[in-house]
């Protein structure tokens, strides 16, 4: 059974930037939309960034809108969120996840229908 690996994950300041990996184990991502969500102590989770599959408009949520940018490399079988300007508020632990073509089930929050899951790198903003 495949699944996805985060990494990049660490405790940075308020202001700098950080990249997250996501990597597929066991499968190919050319064909999935991958979706990144992150979950803070105490609440729940909640969507960051989604691509689809051909790589075409990415979506962003508002809280991380222009400052975070998602991106994919086919043939290195990952994906990238850069995360520049981070802020406290940006501190939790950070999923990648992976659905069929387009960002579907991360639009509907439908978390039960992603085909894999990451196990999660944890992202701490604090000066």
């Known amino acids: 059974q495949w699944h996805l690996v985060e990494s990049g994950g660490g405790l940075v300041q308020p202001g700098e930037s950080l990249t997250l990996s996501c990597v597929a184990s066991g499968a190919t991502l050319n064909q999935f939309a991958i979706g990144w969500f992150r979950q803070a102590p105490g609440k729940a989770r909640e969507k960051v960034s989604c691509?689809?599959?051909?790589?075409?408009?990415?979506l962003y949520e508002d809280s991380v809108k222009g400052r975070f940018t998602i991106s994919r490399d086919n043939t290195e079988n990952r994906v990238h969120l850069q995360m520049n300007s981070l802020k406290p508020e940006d501190t939790g632990v950070y999923y990648c996840a992976a659905e069929w073509f387009t960002c579907y089930h991360y639009i509907n929050q439908n978390y039960d229908n992603f085909d894999a899951w990451g196990q999660g790198a944890q992202v701490t903003v604090s000066s």
């Open positions: 691509i689809s599959s051909h790589g075409g408009t990415p």
